[in-house]
């Protein structure tokens, strides 16, 4: 297993700024995913962490507005760029190894709203 | 085709009884099938997975059942309590983009 550290774990930001997420792992893990998760539904996959190269992002999300790094095999980070209120959600960092990519394990999210 | 269906969207279920989520899904690259439990300011946790080729899988009292041909698996929790009150949601993993989609989730109640 793995256990998880999001920070911030909520915060209230102003339309127009940015938020940077930070994951830190306690340990190497292969694969790292940023959900997004709007109160009372789903999660959506935003992106695939890559180390040292560019995220995998998911339909419907780009790098301009999620830019995602990942400079080692235990932290990434998600940056939600340029806030409108319809990005007010819970952001989940998940991790995961190569061969048990359905196994995750979650940390206990970032609940962003935006005004 | 990525996507998995779920239902029902709740379900309150009485201490002592069976609670019974039900998911389908379309794509066959599908591979792996968890299911994840959720908890009011907590991630999901892993709950308890199957494989495709495995017709049902039991662990303490959950129970997941899968239905290959007819591309349907559920879960089944038998003796439910209070403390199974939470959103469950099952999930399938895609091997070849190593990604895990999401069903909508199931909040469940379990009354006394």
């Known amino acids: 297993s793995a256990v998880i550290s999001q920070k911030p774990s909520r915060d209230i930001c102003q339309r127009g700024t940015s938020l940077t997420i930070q994951c830190q792992v306690d340990?190497?893990?292969?694969?790292m995913f940023w959900y997004r998760q709007q109160p009372g539904q789903s999660l959506t996959l935003i992106a695939t962490?890559?180390?040292?190269?560019?995220?995998?992002?998911e339909s419907g999300f780009v790098i301009d507005k999620f830019p995602i790094s990942r400079p080692n095999l235990t932290f990434s980070t998600l940056t939600v760029s340029n806030m409108s209120p319809e990005d007010s959600s819970i952001y989940l960092c998940?991790?995961?190894?190569?061969?048990?990519?359905?196994?995750?394990?979650f940390g206990e999210g970032s609940r962003l709203t935006v005004l | 085709q990525q996507q998995v269906k779920q239902s029902p969207q709740s379900l309150i279920v009485q201490k002592g009884g069976i609670s019974i989520i039900n998911c389908a899904y379309e794509?066959?690259?599908?591979?792996?099938f968890p299911w994840y439990q959720q908890f009011p300011g907590k991630g999901p946790a892993l709950l308890i997975a199957?494989?495709?080729?495995?017709s049902e899988k039991k662990e303490g009292r959950f129970t997941i059942s899968f239905n290959k041909s007819a591309k349907q698996f559920s879960l089944h929790i038998m003796d439910s309590q209070p403390g199974d009150s939470a959103t469950y949601f099952c999930?399938?993993?895609?091997?070849?983009?190593?990604?895990?989609?999401f069903g909508p989730g199931t909040s469940l109640s379990v009354i006394p």
């Open positions: 998940s991790v995961g190894y190569r061969g048990r990519t359905g196994e995750l394990f």
């Open positions: 340990s190497q893990v292969t694969m």
């Open positions: 199957i494989r495709p080729d495995v």
């Open positions: 962490a890559n180390q040292g190269s560019e995220a995998t992002y």
């Open positions: 794509n066959t690259a599908f591979d792996y």
């Open positions: 999930a399938a993993r895609i091997t070849s983009y190593d990604k895990v989609i």
